[in-house]
């Protein structure tokens, strides 16, 4: 999934997505993104990673939710 472009979030309510399950799999993808962006440090995907992540946060943050320091969400 590394090579995966994110575009401008959808609003979940129109789409009849559950709030609750759109934010569980985008922190679960932020995740496994972190992992492998400690992992590949020196790999020519990281700043699309590192997009990637500021980009997730970000829809995090649309839907009410934010990460602390350690990365955990908090509502």
Known sequence: ?????????????????????L???????FNDLRHDFK???????ISKNKQNIDTISKYLLELGTY????YRMME
């Open 23 to 29: 934010k569980l799999n985008l922190y679960s993808y």
């Open 67 to 70: 990460l602390d320091g350690s």
């Open 1 to 21: 999934p590394s090579s995966i472009l994110l575009y401008p979030m959808s609003d979940p309510d129109q789409l009849g997505i559950n709030r609750q399950q």
């Open 39 to 45: 992992l590949n440090v020196l790999d020519a995907r």
